[in-house]
């Protein structure tokens, strides 16, 4: 049989171009519910981490899930700095929306915060961060005390910036500089940021080689806690006095 | 404008497809054994690579990224899984057409490449800088800058290895290192010098 | 029967893809610096292999000429699409590790070499053979460079460590010029050991050459 003609030739383009359509679009069907179960489960960890929640040493799937559900949350607008009563705050994913970090059209308003109480005492709070960092969008989560201005705990736990280079956003040691630096001073205003040679509460040190990366966290955090972020939110919770 | 010329240097150099990716090495050390052929591949692997990013770019951006459909009609479409069936295409498209005008225009350079170019569909540094374009969520003038960047850095390191290899003809090499070895450690040296400059943040 | 034994052996040292025929050298460099992405990344070769040469060998008398190549290159891409997302489902601390290198299994020079050499011209079980030959033979060399890079640089196989705490990491390894060192050396040490594969010394006194020195 002659496979050279046009028709023929065509026909076996449209047969390969269906085969292998079929073969693909089944494999993602069927594996996506996991890929995205997985990427649940490692924003859930990172939540817990940074509040506290974490057991050390190697913790089961399923117990990352229970001690999630058992988090207090609730979805802000950022806008109004009100709890917003229509979503629902565990399954809220504000970033799935996002296409540009950087553009200010796709900004989201609403965003989900998880607390954590002891005895019905708010002991910490847990907002995500996000934004444009060297080479790609860096996603992230901050703990403040029950002050709601001075950082418990922060993590990186999405990004591409550089292997090797960029990455070092996550290490421990230098997340653990950010420990007991406030957000915002004494006007109110957002100040915290990321410099070389850092100074005082407000300024957390840059790593050297990465100064790119690092400052853009740093930036990032100032632009989620200021005027167009948790601010107003933040400002009211704190006037009130039961949390 | 300094971000895009940030890009292009850090492509160039810091981050250089051939030696610190090592991206594109079957080529690489195929056709680096005369530098005038090293040269002709070097530009071509430019002027593909400088065509491909960007519409690359576009149609990710515009087709499957997550959310691109929305001015379709279908928000929700996450369609990246297909990015690199469609990315080798344009890059054989535009091979086929870029072998046609040099057969035209330069047949000289088409005869030194010879089958080196239609080879060019499968060089992983094509398909990677456009999957790397990709991964950094680049706009369209970034990718722009990074195709430049990436193709002129990638020219740089074959034509710096073939004028080593030239001189290499000069050497008294052991028998077992002749050719094949001797060309990867002079590589790896090559990839050492570029690996100094790792650290650097422009 | 013992023609498959044949196929599937010959690739390891004798006609090795990486080391022979030169095929297959991006990710082989790229991805060796620790052992347990190297594996991963030769099971996804092998298994793109596997799916490449038997599809192309059963519908090679069906291939039209003109769009030959881009068929090729469609079935493998599909495949290796394919093996990306069971990596990112299954394994997905390595599949980030791994990034694009699994993508770029498509440009791969080994898969569509093959491809093109062997399945296009030879019946489904030959080709199955020579699929597997030559995947162990690009998973030997990588898996080779991916040990030692691991085990002198972190002191580490598979993450579990092996040399004792006090052992200085050589932190070179970590880094890629080291893969082209080791890979040199390993080829040095095959062509000494089979002294077949070694090749001719270029001609030393090129007056062309000397022309465009001078």
């Known amino acids: 049989m002659n496979v050279n003609t046009v028709p023929r030739t065509l026909a076996v383009a449209a047969i390969v171009a269906l085969a292998c359509s079929a073969m693909v679009s089944s494999a993602v069907y069927i594996l996506r519910p996991i890929q995205q179960g997985y990427a649940r489960l490692e924003r859930n960890r990172a939540i817990l981490a940074v509040a506290g929640r974490l057991p050390t040493g190697d913790v089961a799937d399923r117990e990352i899930v229970a001690r999630f559900i058992d988090l207090e949350a609730h979805v802000v607008d950022t806008a109004t700095g009100n709890y917003a009563t229509n979503v629902d705050a565990r399954s809220f994913d504000h970033w799935k929306t996002e296409v540009d970090p950087a553009s200010p059209v796709h900004r989201p308003t609403l965003a989900p915060v998880y607390l954590v109480r002891k005895d019905k005492v708010l002991e910490r709070m847990v907002l995500p961060v996000h934004g444009r960092g060297m080479w790609s969008a860096i996603y992230g989560y901050v703990a403040l005390d029950a002050d709601l201005t001075t950082v418990v705990d922060i993590a990186f736990f999405r990004h591409g910036e550089t292997p090797g280079i960029g990455d070092r956003i996550q290490d421990p040691a230098w997340l653990a500089n950010w420990r007991g630096k406030r957000i915002y001073d004494e006007s109110g205003e957002a100040r915290l940021r990321v410099v070389k040679g850092a100074q005082g509460p407000y300024e957390v040190d840059l790593i050297s080689g990465a100064s790119v990366t690092s400052s853009a966290t740093g930036d990032l955090v100032r632009y989620w806690f200021g005027d167009d972020g948790y601010r107003l939110f933040l400002d009211r919770l704190r006037g009130r006095e039961e949390l | 404008m300094e971000q895009l010329a940030n890009i292009v240097l850090r492509s160039m150099f810091i981050e250089n497809l051939a030696l610190v990716y090592l991206l594109g090495m079957c080529t690489y050390i195929a056709v680096s054994k005369r530098v005038e052929t090293a040269i002709g591949l070097g530009i071509a692997v430019m002027a593909v690579q400088i065509v491909t990013v960007p519409l690359n770019n576009l149609i990710y951006q515009l087709l499957l990224a997550p959310g691109a459909l929305s001015w379709a009609g279908y928000p929700n479409m996450d369609l990246s899984f297909l990015r690199f069936i469609i990315f080798i295409g344009v890059i054989a498209a535009l091979v086929q057409i870029l072998e046609l005008a040099l057969d035209r225009f330069f047949p000289r350079l088409h005869q030194a490449l010879g089958i080196y170019l239609p080879l060019l569909t499968v060089n992983c540094a094509i398909l990677g800088a456009s999957l790397l374009m990709v991964q950094r969520n680049l706009t369209f003038t970034e990718s722009i800058a990074y195709g430049f960047g990436v193709g002129a850095g990638w020219a740089l390191a074959i034509v710096v290895f073939a004028a080593i290899r030239e001189r290499l003809r000069y050497s008294d090499i052991p028998e077992g290192l002749q050719g094949l070895g001797l060309a990867f450690i002079v590589t790896g040296l090559l990839a050492f010098g570029f690996a100094g400059l790792s650290g650097i943040e422009l | ?214």
């Not at chain 3, 003109?66 to 599909?78: D, H, K, M, Q």
């Not at chain 3, 299954?90 to 050499?117: D, H, K, M, W």
């Not at chain 3, 080791?182 to 062509?191: A, D, K, P, S, Y």
């Open chain 3, 1 to 214: 029967m013992g023609n498959y034994r044949n196929r599937i052996l010959k690739p390891l040292i004798d006609d090795n893809p990486v080391t022979v025929q030169i095929l297959g050298l991006c990710s082989a460099l790229a991805v060796s610096n620790s052992l347990r992405p190297a594996l991963i990344m030769a099971a996804s070769v092998i298994a793109v292999l596997i799916f490449s040469n038997v599809t192309v060998s059963l519908l090679r008398g069906l291939m039209p000429r003109s769009i030959r190549l881009i068929l090729e290159v469609t079935l493998i891409a599909s495949a290796v699409i394919v093996v990306d997302e069971v990596l990112k489902a299954y394994a997905p601390g390595t599949s980030q590790i791994l990034s694009v290198f699994v993508g770029l299994i498509i440009t791969n020079c080994i898969v569509l070499g093959r491809a093109e050499s062997f399945a296009l011209h030879n019946p489904v079980t030959d080709s199955l053979a020579d699929a597997l030959g030559n995947g162990l033979g690009y998973a030997v060399i990588l898996i080779s460079i991916a040990a030692i890079r691991e085990l002198i640089g972190a002191g580490t196989l598979l993450d579990r460590a092996i040399l004792p705490h006090a052992y200085p990491k050589n932190a070179l390894m970590l880094y890629a010029p080291s893969a082209f060192f080791i890979l040199g050396l390993i080829v040095w040490g095959i062509r000494s050991w089979r002294p077949r594969q070694a090749e001719e010394p270029e001609r030393s006194a090129d007056p062309v050459s000397y022309q465009e020195i001078g």
